[in-house]
C-alpha cells in the first residue's frame, strides 16, 4: 500500500485497469446461456439415443469426450505423485504426541463410515442414470478416509492398498479403451458393448464400467494423499 | 429464484470477506469451506447437481481438510 506512488506502483495500477478493461470487454462480448455452439445442442438432443446413458453429462465426460477424461485422470495421478515425491523427501520419525478424540466424535465416525463409503459406490456406480460419477464418487471416498483420521488419529490406512487400487483403476481404463480394438472398432475408447435399455443399471455400454474404475482410482489417490499428509504431520 | 440466488450469493461474499479478514486462520478455513457451501447450494439451485457434488465432496470436505492438517503443522494465528 505505502509504496503506490511509486513508479513500480504506479506500473502495477496500470497493468491492472488494462487487464480489469479487458476482461470487462471480453466477457461482455460472451453469449452466455444462448447456444452457440452446435456440439452442445447435438450432445443434447442425440446423446441418449447414442451412448445409451440416462445421464447426459457423463455420456459426455465417458463417453463422447472419454479421452479428454483419460488426461483428467493422468493429470490427478500426477499431482498425487508428486505429493508424495515431495513429502517423502523428508522421513523423519517425529514421535508426536497425538491427542485422542472425543467418544462423541470417534462413535460418529464409526458409524457414519460406511456409509459414505456406500454413498460414494452408489454415486460412482449410477454415473450413468444419476448426477454424479467417478470424481464425485471417489472425491465422498476420500472424505469418507478422511472422517477416519479425525475420528481415530492413530489409525491408519494401508498406502500399498491404496497405491495398487489406483493403479489398477488406471489400468483398467486404459484397457477398456483398448479392448475396443481387438473387438473391431476404428478408435480408442469406443463404447463396444450392448447399450442395453436406457435407465436400467446395466446400461451404456463401457460408460459405466470407466466410471467405476475412475471411482475406485479417485477414490484411492485422495485416501493416499490424506494418509501420506497425515503421516507428515504427526 | 432470484431472490434466493441473491441471498446465497450475499452469504457466499460475507464468508469471503471473513476469509480475508480474520487472523485466526482455523476460522478462515472454516469461512473459505463456507463460500464452497454456498457455492455448492448455488450450483444445484442453477440446476447443475453433477458440479455441485463435485464442490460438496472437495471444496467443503477435503480442501478443509487438508487445510487444517497444513495447519497443524505450522501456525494458527497469522501476525
Redesign the interface.
Known amino acids: 500500500m505505502k509504496d503506490l506512488r511509486s513508479p513500480r506502483g504506479i506500473i502495477a495500477l496500470v497493468l491492472l485497469a488494462v487487464i480489469a478493461a479487458g476482461l470487462s470487454l471480453t466477457i461482455t462480448e460472451i453469449p452466455f446461456g444462448s447456444p452457440d455452439t452446435k456440439v452442445g445442442s447435438y450432445y443434447v438432443e442425440n446423446g441418449r439415443e447414442e451412448t445409451g446413458a440416462a445421464n447426459i453429462v457423463t455420456s459426455v465426460v465417458t463417453g463422447y469426450r472419454a479421452l479428454d477424461t483419460l488426461g483428467e485422470v493422468t493429470v490427478l495421478f500426477i499431482a498425487a505423485m508428486g505429493l508424495s515425491a515431495v513429502l517423502a523427501i523428508e522421513k523423519k520419525k517425529r514421535k508426536r504426541e497425538v491427542e485422542e478424540s472425543s467418544l462423541v466424535l470417534s462413535t460418529g465416525c464409526r458409524a457414519l463410515f460406511p456409509f459414505i463409503l456406500l454413498l460414494g459406490a452408489y454415486l460412482f456406480i449410477h454415473g450413468h442414470l444419476t448426477p454424479g460419477g467417478g470424481f464425485q464418487g471417489g472425491a465422498v471416498i476420500g472424505s469418507a478416509f478422511l472422517l477416519v483420521y479425525l475420528g481415530y488419529p492413530e489409525r491408519r490406512i494401508s498406502t500399498t492398498g491404496t497405491d495398487v487400487t489406483e493403479s489398477l483403476g488406471g489400468l483398467a481404463f486404459v484397457i477398456l479403451g483398448l479392448i475396443g480394438f481387438a473387438v473391431g472398432s476404428s478408435y480408442f475408447l469406443s463404447n463396444f458393448l450392448p447399450k442395453g435399455e436406457l435407465y436400467s443399471l446395466f446400461s451404456a455400454g463401457i460408460l459405466p464400467l470407466i466410471y467405476i474404475a475412475i471411482g475406485l482410482k479417485v477414490g484411492a489417490e485422495f485416501g493416499g494423499i490424506i494418509d501420506r499428509m497425515m503421516e507428515e504431520t504427526r | 429464484m432470484i431472490f434466493v440466488v441473491s441471498v446465497v450469493v450475499f452469504f457466499m461474499l460475507g464468508a469471503a470477506l471473513g476469509v480475508f479478514y480474520l487472523r485466526d486462520l482455523l476460522g478462515a478455513v472454516i469461512a473459505s469451506s463456507l463460500v464452497s457451501l454456498m457455492a455448492t447450494v448455488l450450483f444445484f439451485l442453477l440446476q447443475a447437481?453433477?458440479v455441485?457434488?463435485?464442490e460438496a465432496?472437495?471444496g467443503v470436505?477435503?480442501v478443509t481438510?487438508?487445510f487444517v492438517?497444513?495447519i497443524?503443522?505450522t501456525e494458527r494465528y497469522e501476525e
Do not use: E, V
Request: charged share 20%; no cysteine.
Open positions: 447437481p453433477d455441485a457434488m463435485a465432496a472437495i470436505a477435503l481438510g487438508i492438517i497444513a497443524r503443522r
